[in-house]
């Protein structure tokens, strides 16, 4: 791995000992090795930090690039080679998402392009039903579940604006992972915009189902 990647991972590393009493997987054999699309929902602020001790392969995530002029936060996003997304420019990033893929490395997305602070799932975008379509690669869903009690919501003025995130303190995360899922492309061959958001609420469902299984694991 590059030396920017190991520093984030030695950042989320400090965060998951110090801060929190690390997390729970379940699933892991699901995580067919190679290259993936993994799609999760985004309850919490520190979801990703747990991924890169999961998954063996170097991940790519789509962000938010608006988070860039965030300092730190911003340089190493940049320096570990992650995939911001703006409007005017998805294209740009699916391109740059299927070399990643082509070189046998993960890509991370949240379909629902923000944080939902724990509340019910939002309804997801279709950035990674098109990235999948692109590359052929399958997909592995993702259900992040943090307790209520184990969160507390954080404001951050950035940009001139005042926004909250919710952040995990305390407690375990539970990581439930879902089967591989390989579409059959020659089912889409025109990849309309119907095709597309057929495949993401189809995607969200699976994740919410795995949501659902993390959060019975914990009430058992």
């Not at 929902?41 to 965030?70: C, G, M, R, T, W």
């Amino acid at each position: 791995m590059d030396f920017w990647y190991s520093v984030s991972k030695g950042i989320c590393l400090a965060y998951t000992r110090i801060l929190v009493k690390g997390y729970q997987v379940y699933g892991g054999e699901n995580l067919v090795p190679g290259p993936k699309i993994i799609v999760a929902n985004h309850p919490n602020a520190s979801d990703a930090f747990y991924l890169p001790f999961i998954i063996e392969e170097k991940l790519h995530f789509f962000f938010q690039e608006s988070l860039l002029k965030v300092p730190i936060i911003g340089l190493l996003l940049k320096r570990s080679d992650q995939i911001p997304v703006s409007a005017g420019r998805r294209k740009e990033a699916i391109s740059k998402a299927c070399k990643k893929l082509s070189q046998g490395n993960v890509v991370v997305i949240f379909p629902e392009g923000t944080l939902s602070h724990g509340n019910d799932i939002y309804r997801g975008k279709t950035g990674a039903a098109n990235l999948v379509l692109e590359s052929g690669v399958p997909i592995i869903p993702v259900g992040f579940y943090v307790p209520n009690e184990n969160a507390r919501m954080i404001q951050n003025k950035r940009n001139g604006g005042n926004r909250a995130g919710r952040w995990q303190f305390g407690g375990r995360c539970i990581i439930q992972i879902g089967e591989p899922w390989d579409l059959d492309l020659a089912l889409y061959p025109n990849r309309s915009h119907q095709d597309m958001r057929n495949i993401t609420e189809e995607m969200m469902t699976r994740i919410q189902n795995l949501v659902r299984m993390a959060e019975e694991s914990v009430n058992k």
